[in-house]
């Protein structure tokens, strides 16, 4: 099962850093799709630097300017399904995910054609968070979960694993 993680960045330079060595500690066979908008701070120099130390595992998709997170997603969907990935995880850049939690996905994804994360299902499980931001998360997904009816504990969670076949079944084109 080829399996890659796509990640969103503007100006995650020192986040990305940090994120990318956690992920292939927790999830060495795992690809990594960084997909940068430009970011003044050198987040896409830094990939490519990291990407050294782990040949044919970390790779740059340079976008040329910040143009939403939503679009910098579908992308990099395309671009992953475009390589014949088997299993394409998503994560934010911010640390907001522990990379830890990425092998339990992958076992997930085998039984489900969708498998997301939550920060909130034990507790809270958010790192590198100020309370306000904490606040406002947890908010948003209370009202999420009342005005649609959905029984996730946090639909706004960015951490989600997808079977390929189900991510095509999407019309990514609207967010290009």
């Known amino acids: 099962m080829r399996a890659v993680v796509v990640v969103p960045t503007y100006n995650e330079r020192e986040n990305i850093c940090n994120l990318i060595p956690a992920i292939q500690q927790c999830t060495p066979d795992l690809h ?23 040949p044919g595992k970390v ?13 910098a997603y579908a992308a990099g969907f395309q671009e992953v399904l475009r390589r014949g990935y088997d299993v394409v995880l998503q994560m934010d850049a911010d640390l907001s995910h522990d990379p830890a939690y990425l ?5 997930r ?28 998360s947890k908010l948003a997904s209370i009202y999420v979960r009342w005005v649609t009816g959905m029984p996730f504990t946090d639909p706004t969670s960015a951490l989600k ?13 609207p967010h290009l």
């Open 59 to 71: 790779s740059l998709l340079a976008r040329p300017a910040k143009d939403g997170l939503a679009r």
């Open 32 to 54: 990594i799709l960084v997909v940068d908008d430009n970011s003044p701070d050198g987040t896409g120099a830094a990939v490519l630097e990291l990407a050294r130390g782990y």
């Open 109 to 136: 994804i085998v039984e489900f054609d969708l498998v997301l994360g939550s920060r909130y299902s034990c507790g809270v499980n958010v790192v590198n968070w100020d309370f306000k931001r904490l606040i406002l």
């Open 161 to 173: 694993c997808w079977r390929s076949e189900t991510l095509r079944k999407i019309d990514l084109k």
């Open 103 to 107: 092998p339990a996905f992958l076992e």
